[in-house]
């Protein structure tokens, strides 16, 4: 009997298997010794984590937290583990992580960490500016109270500009919707946005933004005198920065 050569397209689908293999074995992928016991679970689990096989990492910490309930390290698992869902993106189940670890371990070497991460896990999951902004409150929220609970904790200072950033972020969707109805021409509406700028978020550099939108709405509602006087505040108040030389644009022109 003849046997029919095989041709390339019957060879592709073993090739695509082989190709899939090596994915498998290769990509990311490190040699896993022997585990004989709890300890050296969580030491490869580690080691893994840290040379970016973050998939073998999370079945392992999960086998260790799951048969070692009791142990003395179980809460040192799951801050790692929660550290490996951070590193691909599981931003949902990090926090279940974090939370579980703060509420069942609160008096854990890894608590301050756990909490400063915590409020980067709820703020991964934020969504676009223009949608609700949920999670950037409660990230926040999240931020001041490690702040309060750890006082003096190595990231703390980071934490703080954690919080800037997200207020930042906030005041901006603020500002967002302020310019929205100054397009419509609903300058009431417009105004009550840029008040809430700069009685929410006056420290940060979006305050000034919102200022020059309230003198905009002076001016296009006809109040000539009044928008004047405000871009001289601005002036002074913001006086040399960017906020102030557009104020000062604004008001010469208007003055000519």
């Given at each position: 009997?003849?046997?029919t050569p095989?041709?390339?397209?019957?060879a592709?689908p073993?090739a695509?298997?082989?190709?899939?293999?090596?994915?498998?074995?290769?990509?990311g992928?490190?040699?896993?010794p022997?585990?004989?016991?709890?300890?050296?679970?969580?030491?490869?689990?580690k080691?893994?984590?840290d040379?970016?096989d973050?998939?073998v990492a999370?079945?392992?910490l999960?086998?260790h937290?799951?048969?070692g309930a009791?142990?003395?390290?179980?809460d040192?698992?799951?801050?790692f583990?929660a550290?490996c869902?951070?590193?691909?993106?599981?931003?949902a189940?990090a926090a279940?992580?974090?939370?579980?670890?703060l509420?069942?371990?609160?008096e854990s070497?890894?608590?301050?960490?756990?909490?400063f991460?915590?409020?980067?896990?709820?703020y991964?999951?934020t969504r676009?500016?223009?949608?609700?902004?949920?999670?950037t409150?409660r990230?926040?929220?999240q931020w001041d109270?490690?702040?309060?609970?750890?006082p003096?904790?190595w990231r703390?200072?980071?934490?703080?500009?954690r919080?800037?950033q997200?207020?930042?972020?906030?005041a901006q969707?603020?500002?967002?919707?302020?310019e929205l109805?100054?397009?419509l021409?609903?300058?009431?509406?417009?105004?009550?946005?840029?008040r809430l700028?700069?009685d929410?978020?006056?420290?940060?550099?979006?305050?000034g933004e919102?200022f020059l939108?309230?003198?905009?709405c002076?001016?296009?509602?006809?109040?000539r005198?009044?928008a004047?006087e405000?871009?001289?505040?601005?002036e002074?108040?913001?006086?040399?920065?960017?906020?102030?030389r557009?104020?000062?644009?604004?008001?010469q022109e208007?003055e000519h």
């Amino acid at each position: 009997m003849t046997r029919t050569p095989r041709t390339a397209s019957a060879a592709l689908p073993l090739a695509c298997l082989a190709l899939a293999t090596l994915a498998a074995w290769g990509c990311g992928a490190s040699t896993i010794p022997p585990i004989t016991t709890p300890a050296e679970r969580l030491s490869v689990a580690k080691r893994l984590a840290d040379e970016g096989d973050c998939v073998v990492a999370i079945d392992l910490l999960k086998t260790h937290i799951a048969t070692g309930a009791g142990s003395a390290d179980v809460d040192e698992a799951i801050y790692f583990l929660a550290e490996c869902y951070m590193k691909t993106k599981d931003y949902a189940s990090a926090a279940v992580e974090l939370e579980r670890l703060l509420r069942d371990y609160p008096e854990s070497d890894s608590a301050g960490a756990a909490s400063f991460r915590l409020g980067d896990a709820l703020y991964g999951q934020t969504r676009p500016i223009d949608f609700d902004q949920e999670y950037t409150v409660r990230a926040i929220r999240q931020w001041d109270g490690y702040l309060r609970a750890f006082p003096g904790h190595w990231r703390g200072e980071e934490a703080r500009e954690r919080v800037m950033q997200a207020r930042m972020r906030l005041a901006q969707k603020a500002l967002d919707t302020a310019e929205l109805y100054v397009k419509l021409k609903l300058y009431e509406p417009a105004r009550v946005y840029y008040r809430l700028v700069i009685d929410e978020y006056g420290d940060t550099p979006k305050a000034g933004e919102a200022f020059l939108g309230l003198a905009l709405c002076d001016v296009r509602e006809g109040q000539r005198d009044r928008a004047l006087e405000r871009y001289r505040e601005i002036e002074d108040r913001f006086a040399g920065t960017p906020v102030a030389r557009r104020a000062a644009e604004a008001r010469q022109e208007l003055e000519h």
